[in-house]
């Protein structure tokens, strides 16, 4: 009898030993060595129990660091993503060339990257895009005392342009006949402006208006017309092998719209609603 205890005793141990492990598996790696989301059957991660999201620091509101942590529309949105995972969300800033490209997510580096990233047909050719969940808009942003309102003005002009390298604003830029200094982020392309090594910079429209909303920028810097690009924003992943990864995504933006909760992180994150994000 005492015998049989005990090795009923070690048949139980080992059995829930072997559920801790399948349990494990299921939540950490796959059959392929890749981590697996524990929620969502067939997304593969870059690590176990995480969701690594690239983006390009400061680009607010869509990314930048508050008291220590990236924060902005663009994270607010990954959160929704990691949740419906069942993952938490990990951020790495780096610089835009390598998530547009392609590169930083076929190295491995990252799931997705969430930057303000306009979706182009150039750009398909190395990335997989998600659906829409915001239109593009560009504006000027110049001393108060010496304002250009529109890049055909900054090109007859002859006013030194900043832009971001690789972006719609340089696009814009170079189709207007302007050849202009570029930088690899924004705060970069601000601080050129503020020190005065570029007369005009040209930005996503959200951006230069929260950068306006700053004391230290306010009353000494204004903001150009509007440009209407007729483009929009996409959250970006490997062109092959995150099917699976994509199809999350989109269900979480078409759910985000449908439930109301675009609109709450639109407010808080742009300060408007979101009809009013291409003119504000």
Known sequence: MTASRHG???????????????????????????AVSPLVKNVTLVKSGKIVV??????????????????GFDIALMDKVARRLGVKQEIVDIDFDPIRSGAAL??????????G?????????????????????????????????TLDEARAGKKRVGVLTG?????????????????????????ALRSGSVDVIVQDLPVVTSWLKKPELAGRFTAGQPISTGAHYGFVVKKKGSEHLLKVINEVIADARQDGSYAQLHQKWLGVPPEQSATS
């Open 54 to 71: 690239c983006t390009n620091v400061p680009y607010e509101p869509f990314s930048f660091t508050r008291n220590g942590e990236v924060v």
């Open 8 to 34: 009923r005793r070690r048949w139980a141990v080992a059995g829930a030993m072997l559920s801790v492990a399948l349990l494990t598996a299921s939540c950490g790696e796959g059959a392929s060595g890749k």
């Open 106 to 115: 076929n190295s491995g580096k990252c799931d997705v990257a969430a930057a």
């Open 167 to 191: 972006t719609t604003s340089m696009k814009a830029a170079v189709d207007e006949g302007i050849e202009p200094q570029e930088y690899k982020d924004s705060g970069k392309q601000l601080t």
């Open 117 to 149: 990233i306009t979706i182009t047909e150039e750009r398909r050719k190395n990335v997989a895009f998600s659906d829409s969940y915001f239109d593009e808009a560009l504006s000027l942003m110049s001393p108060e005392g010496e304002p250009v309102a």
